[in-house]
C-alpha cells in the first residue's frame, strides 16, 4: 500500500470529490467482521509459568550456544481463564550491549507435545517472569509466541485483535533497554512521579520552585531514548493497555529506590505507563525552557486529556462550539483522539504501511474493520483507506460550509489537514474522563456509506419554549447552592424541574425524568438528567423540544442564552444505541430531503439535554461528504 499521506487530496484523486467519493465506496467493499476477532480473542494462547521456580529444568536438550544455562520449559497453553501479562515488546534478534547474560534459556512446548527454543530473547523472559510472579500472575501472552507466525489468517486476524488483547490482560509489561545509571536521575524520576507540578493559581502548571528542571529533563531524555517509544505498535498496545500498562525500566546496582513507587524486584523500575505520561505531559507544559526537548518529550509521550486542553489539535473556538454547554467552569471543548492518534502514528515507525490501519481501528477501538490484504493488492493509498475507516465508524465531522472551505480548495491539502479542519469540538454532559467518554460513546452508529454522504438513524427535535421559572425558584436555587454543592444539590433541583413541568402541563415529560433506568442505557440517561439539572442550577436557559413536525414535549436541552425565541427553531439530531453503547446529541441544520425520505443534515454544534423517544420515531438521516 501506497503511503500516500503526504500528498494532497487533490493530487491523489486529480483534484475531484466525485473520484474520492468513488474510492471511498469502493474500499467500504472490504469490510470484516469484528466477530471473528471477537472470537479469537476468546480463545488466546498463553505461555504458562507457574511451574517456574521448581518445575521442569534441564540441560542442553536443544542445540543452542547458551548449552551451560539451566533450561526453562513453558507450555503454551489454550482457552483457559485467568489473570495474565500481555507484554509489550521492541521486536530484535539481539540484545543491546550492557545488559548482562540471561539467567535461563527458555522453550516452549506447543499443545501437540513438541518442544521448541523460544525466538523471544532469554533476558527478557527471565524479567518478564519476575514481574508476573511479583504480582502473583502465572500466565504470559506475548505475540512472537502466541500468535502462529507461520499462519497468515492467524496473523491477520491477531493483529486485528489486539486492542482486546491489551485491554482486557491483568497487566500488560512494556520492555526497555535503558538503565538508569545514577542516584541523581534515580531521584529525579522519583520526584516526577510522585509530586504533582502545582498550578500557582493557574490553569496551566508552573514549576517555579518546584525542582531540578535539568535533571528531570536529563532523565526523560534517557528513558526516552529506548527504541520502543519509536514503534508503531508499541504506541498502540500502550494506548490500548491505557492504566494497565506498566514500564520496566533497569537500574544500576547500589542505587537507593523508593519501594512504594518503583516496587519490589531487585535492579528493576516498574512504572506505571499512564502516570509516566502524565507527569511528563504536565512536566512538560509547565516547562518553559529547552524548547525543542520538550517538544521531542511530547512526541512520544504527550497524554491526550492534558494536552488537547490547551494546545490540542481543534480546541480553538469557531464552528463547532457546544450550544448547550452543562458548566460555566471553563472545561475546553475537546476532539476526539482520533486524530491524535493518527498524528502520532504517523511519527512512529512499523514494517508495512498497511498495518497502520488496523493499529488505527484498535486504538479508536473501532467495530468496522477493513480487510488490508485485497485493499493493498488493488493498490489503494492509505489516505483515502484512512479517510474510509474515519467515516465507516460513525465519526462527528464539521460540515464544511462552517469552515469557510469551498470544494475547490478543500482537498489541497493531506489527509492529516483535511480531518483537522472538519474535526468537530465536544462538550459531553460531565466534568470528569471527558475525553474517555467521547472516544468511547460519542459516535454515530448503525452506519452506511451512500454515494450522498454518511447515513445514520436517530431523533430529530424541535426546541423550542423555554421552561419558565419564577423570581421565586431563581431565589431558591441560588440560597440552596450558598450551603451545597452542585452535585448534592442535584437531587433536589431535579424535584424543582419536575415540579415546574408538571405545573406547566408537560407531567409525562416529569414522569420520565423519575423513571428507573437499569440496563446499559443507565448511565446515559443519567448522565444526561445530571447535566440539565446542572445546567438549571447555574442558570442556564432550559427549553422544550418536540419530535420534528410533531407536538408532544419529550426532549429538554439547555441553550447558552436567556434571550427571547430565537426566529428560527434550533433543530437537534439525538441518537443512541445499546448495542454499540454509542450517543449523540448535537444542534444540525437542515437540508434537502433525499430519496426514500432521508433528511440531508450538517453538524453545527453539541448540545446537551435529555430526551425520550421510541423506535417508531427514529429516521434516517444523512451528513453529506464533508468535502463537498
Known sequence: MDNDTDLALSEINGGSTSSLVKQIMEIREHTISRKRMEEWAKRLRFLDISGVGDGERRRGSVNSQSDDLPERVLPLRINEQGKRVAISWRWMVDIPLGQGPATYRYLVRKPGGQLQRSTVPDLLFDRAIKFAQEHEIDRLWIDKECINQNNETDKTTGTQAMDIVYRESTLSLGILWVVVQSQTQLDCLSKLLSERIPHKGSEEPRLVGWGPVSGILDVLRLILSDERWERTWIFQEDHCASSRMHLLVRHAPLLRKDRKIFGDIPGELQIRCDKFRRAATEFCVACDEAGEYVADILAKVRQYNIWNKSYGVGTDSGPGDSQGSAYDDGLPRLPASSLSILLDIKERKNAKVEDRLTIFANCCQYLARLDVRPLTKARYGLSACILCLY?????????????????????????????????????????????????????????????????????????????????????????????????????????????????????????????????????????MINAVVDGLLQNKTLRLATIYRNSRHLGIFIMDSNDIEPPKPTIAFTSFSSKEQKF????????????????????????NGVWFSSRKYMKTCVFPWPFE
Open 584 to 607: 449523540v446529541s448535537i444542534e444540525v441544520k437542515r437540508g434537502r430531503t433525499l430519496a426514500g425520505g432521508r433528511q440531508a443534515l450538517r453538524a453545527r454544534s453539541w448540545i
Open 391 to 527: 467515516l465507516l465508524n460513525g465519526e462527528i465531522f464539521s460540515g464544511l460550509s462552517q469552515r469557510s472551505q469551498d470544494s475547490e480548495n478543500i482537498l489541497n491539502c493531506s489527509v492529516y489537514d483535511f480531518l483537522e479542519r472538519i474535526s468537530f469540538k465536544f462538550d459531553p454532559p460531565m466534568r470528569d474522563f471527558r475525553l474517555s467518554y467521547i472516544d468511547r460513546h460519542c459516535r454515530f452508529h448503525s452506519v452506511k456509506l451512500t454515494p450522498e454522504g454518511v447515513e445514520t438513524v436517530g431523533w430529530l427535535w424541535e426546541i423550542g419554549e423555554e421552561i419558565a421559572f419564577t423570581s421565586q425558584n431563581r431565589r431558591d436555587i441560588r440560597h440552596h447552592l450558598e450551603y451545597r454543592s452542585l452535585s448534592s444539590s442535584r437531587p433536589w433541583g431535579l424535584r424543582l424541574l419536575r415540579n415546574r413541568l408538571t405545573k406547566l402541563g408537560h407531567w409525562q415529560l416529569s414522569e420520565y425524568l423519575e423513571r428507573d433506568n437499569d440496563g446499559p442505557s443507565q448511565q446515559f440517561i443519567e448522565g
